[in-house]
């Protein structure tokens, strides 16, 4: 199914999951959709491994962890979500050296938590890991108190003029 996307995310400077400068990162990149889902797209490397022609279980929780925790500020975006639990199910190996699709939606949402769930889906479209998690909504400012060091992690994201749809 297509979705619109709405919006593409900030990314992180050194962020494991998402940082432009940091060599070893997942190099995420996530875009709000139309169904109130926020995508995360990125590249599995050799080094993100586990077993050979594996993807490590913890970079499958991390990148699962922060399409989670990030699509509260879908709904905020002066909150972040910090996490309080996190349960996955792992179902398919994930490979390295291909393109993932990761989903995150909130399916809870209070004054000081939210809880929410997601899914890596492989190229071929079968779903590998599925995760459910619980986060603390915390406002940005008590997360990153400084202003500059702010500025130095939080960059805006280029976008990309070709995409206006994704297929999930």
């Known amino acids: 199914m297509k979705h619109k996307i709405i919006k593409k995310q900030n990314i ?5 999951v ?6 070893l990162s997942l190099k995420a990149n996530f875009y709000e959709l139309d169904n109130n889902e926020l995508l995360a797209i990125c590249d599995t490397k050799e080094w993100h491994q ?10 499958s929780a991390a990148i699962l962890d922060e ?13 972040w979500g910090v996490t ?3 349960d996955l199910k792992y179902k398919k190996p994930v ?3 291909c393109t993932i699709k990761v989903v995150g939606r909130i399916t809870r949402d209070t004054r000081k938590l939210f809880e929410g769930t997601g899914e890596i889906i492989l190229p071929n479209g079968e779903v590998a890991v599925t995760a459910k998690g619980k986060y ?3 406002p940005v400012s008590r997360i990153i108190e400084d202003e500059d060091d702010l500025a130095r992690e939080w ?3 280029e976008n990309e003029e070709d995409m206006e749809y994704i297929e999930l």
């Not at 992180?12 to 494991?16: A, D, P, Q």
């Not at 998402?18 to 060599?23: I, L, P, R, S, W």
């Not at 586990?50 to 970079?59: A, K, L, N």
Request: glycine residues 14%; contains cysteine.
């Open 84 to 86: 309080v639990s996190l």
């Open 50 to 59: 586990s077993y050979p022609g594996r993807m490590h279980g913890g970079m």
């Open 12 to 16: 992180s400077s050194n962020c494991v």
């Open 136 to 138: 603390m909504k915390l």
């Open 155 to 157: 960059l805006e994201a």
């Open 95 to 97: 490979p390295t050296d």
């Open 67 to 79: 399409t989670i925790g990030r699509a509260i500020t879908m709904l905020d975006g002066e909150v």
């Open 18 to 23: 998402c940082g432009v400068d940091n060599d």
